[in-house]
Nanobody, 120 residues
């Protein structure tokens, strides 16, 4: 499975951005899809996750501002990021858990990262 992320950029504080991540691969089952971010000098942290059934999980710092959704048919995940703050500046990475039908074991795939910069 390969993940292609897009949608990053420069935005002013209070603005919005919508990222997207597309998973490619045949005969695979995509499980939870997530977005992580890593700011300079900090550890990578989970931003938001959405399970294949639609259950979501958000970091406390983005609750009420970010909304994650997915399109299972297209194998895509979209975080809508509103009310952006300078503290949201980071490289954002998408992640997907995946497995092959009837094969034991699950795997992680990571996208290449997309820069989000929020100016004050």
């Amino acid at each position: 499975v390969q993940l292609q992320a897009s949608g990053g950029g420069l935005v002013q504080a209070g603005g919005s951005l919508r990222l997207s991540c597309a998973a490619s691969g045949s005969f695979v089952i995509i499980g939870t899809m997530s977005w992580y971010r890593q700011a300079p000098g900090k550890q990578r942290e989970l931003v938001a996750a959405i399970a294949s059934g639609g259950n979501t999980n958000y970091a406390d710092s983005v609750k009420g501002r970010f909304t994650i959704s997915r399109d299972n048919a297209e194998k895509m995940v979209y975080p809508q990021m509103n009310s952006l703050e300078p503290e949201d500046t980071a490289v954002y990475y998408c992640n997907a858990e995946w497995k092959r039908p009837y094969v034991r074991g699950a795997f992680d795939a990571w996208g290449q990262g997309t820069q989000v910069t929020v100016s004050s």
